[in-house]
Structure formats: C-alpha cells, structure tokens
C-alpha cells in the first residue's frame, strides 16, 4: 500500500459502520432519543471514487430515516481528509438501506447532485481519531420550520465512538434555531462495515 493511500484507507475503514446512542438514551430518555447511524460504503462505480451511502433514523422508525445522503472521500493535506457531500432523487427507494444494503441497487448516480458548502473536513488528530466540521462560511444551508438556516456540524470519530453535534443558525442574526439544547450525540460502534475495503476500492 502506499503512503499516500494508506492514510485515507484507515479513515474509510474508521467511518464504515453502524452506530447507535442507546446507551445514551436509556440513561437520559426525555433527551435523547434511541437513533441510529449507518455509514456504509458504496461501491467504487457509483461515484468513480470511495465512496459512502448515510443514513440516520429514530429506532423505532428505520424505514422513515431523517437524513440520507452519499459522500466522497477525498485526501487532503497531510492528515486531512474531506467528506463531500451529495443529494439524490428518490430518497425514499433507499430509505432503510442502511440495514439492507441490496437496496442501494435504486441509486441512480446521475441524480447526484452536491450540496455546496456542506462538505466535511476531517483531521486526524491523534492515532486513530478524527475530528470533523462542515466547511467554513455559513453555506450549508437547511430548511426548518419555513426557514432557512445554515449548518453547523462537529463530529469526533474513532474505532468505537462517534460523537456528533448538529444545530441550525439563523444566517442573519446567527441565534440558534434548532439542534440539541442537551449537548452532543454520543454513539457506539455496534457493527462494522469496512472488511472488505482495501486499496483498490480507493483506486486513487
């Protein structure tokens, strides 16, 4: 493996898996809700790169998830990597895949389109650990409740945690408008998804 491959390897191998905050929510149940995340990689046809399909959902609802999306991964500088961020048509044919990934099979690549200024970038900031934050400048932006607000995403990541914090601005007065009031989500690893990602599913 290479020395410019491996770096990205090992943060794709970090990335790919299930990840739920049960513990979280059964010790703080009127804040937190049981949710799980799903990181699961997608075959390397479908972007022409490494890739990612997310998914998060309540658990009681894993069909109905609340936010999708498909990610390329890109090396940065160093020990940095981005995790671009994508959109696609017909999100309810992939809603659950992150259990049942035969579902994937109904993304349709050209219906990709990236959400600009919603990229995350990640640093490695300790063998193993990564923390990431969407790209600078406000200009993520996300509808909620009939108004637009931009994005504010932090996510701390290793081989066992993910912990993430995702809360909305108002562009012009930047008060808050939604996002936990109880501070971050704090999940475990309960499944990995990466055995079978090597060298040339990156194929940089």
């Excluded at 399909?53 to 940095?80: C, F, I, K, M, N």
Aim: aromatic share 12%.
């Amino acid at each position: 493996m290479s020395s410019t491959t491996e770096p990205l390897l090992r943060f794709a191998k970090t990335l790919a898996g299930h990840y739920s905050n049960w513990e979280q929510s059964q010790n703080n149940p009127k804040d937190f809700a049981h949710i799980n995340i799903f990181f699961r990689p997608l075959a390397w046809e479908v972007l022409k790169a490494p890739g990612f399909y997310s998914e998060q959902s309540y658990d009681h609802d894993p069909w109905r998830p609340y936010r999708q999306g498909v990610h390329r991964l890109l090396p940065a500088d160093g020990d940095s990597f981005i995790v671009e961020n994508f959109g696609f048509s017909d999100a309810i044919r992939l809603a659950g895949a992150g259990q049942r990934p035969e579902l994937l099979n109904n993304l349709k690549p050209n219906s990709l389109k990236p959400r600009c200024g919603c990229g995350m970038h990640f640093q490695e900031i300790e063998a193993g650990r990564y923390l990431g934050e969407v790209e600078p400048g406000k200009n993520c932006l996300v509808p909620r409740d009939g108004r637009m607000t931009y994005l504010v995403s932090e996510v701390d990541v290793n081989a066992t945690d993910w912990i993430s914090r995702d809360r909305g601005f108002d562009p012009e007065t930047n008060e808050q408008r939604w996002g936990s009031e109880h501070g971050p989500l704090r999940f475990k690893r309960v499944a990995y998804l990466g055995d079978h990602l090597n060298e040339q599913w990156l194929r940089w």
